[in-house]
């Protein structure tokens, strides 16, 4: 098992930049594929970014792609979401989510454990 802790979020103008982190307890954190999920006002939760346990793949929305990055660092346990060229279509609230499978899922029944959330908000 395993427990989840975003930090990072706040309110930022378009065009500005922000990193996402999430923290993660427990000692099989590498043995994780890790994801980014986010949730406006009145829309349903979607999935934004993932990771392999390695690092070695990734997988983007491509709402996202050639904006952000997910990253990991499995000796502290975190994954990183750096968020560049933000818009005001970005703002939600933004989840970690982990899971034990090897592929990297893209919907929110694959994912196992959830953080609460961090909220990022673009102004325009």
């Known amino acids: 098992q395993v427990q989840l802790v975003e930090s990072g979020g706040g309110l930022v103008q378009a065009g500005g930049s922000l990193r996402l982190s999430c923290a993660a307890s427990?000692?099989?954190?590498?043995?994780?594929?890790m994801g980014w999920f986010r949730q406006a006002p009145g829309k349903e939760r979607e999935f934004v970014a993932g990771?392999?346990?390695?690092?070695?793949?990734?997988r983007y929305v491509d709402s996202v792609k050639g904006r952000f990055t997910i990253s990991r660092d499995n000796a502290k346990n975190t994954v990183y979401l750096q968020m560049n060229s933000l818009k005001p279509e970005d703002t939600a609230v933004y989840y970690c989510?982990?899971?034990?499978?090897?592929?990297?899922?893209?919907?929110?029944?694959?994912?196992?454990?959830w953080g609460q959330g961090t909220q990022v908000t673009v102004s325009s």
């Open positions: 989510a982990a899971d034990r499978r090897i592929v990297i899922l893209t919907s929110v029944s694959g994912y196992d454990y």
């Open positions: 427990g000692r099989t954190f590498s043995s994780y594929t």
């Open positions: 990771i392999s346990w390695s690092g070695a793949s990734t």
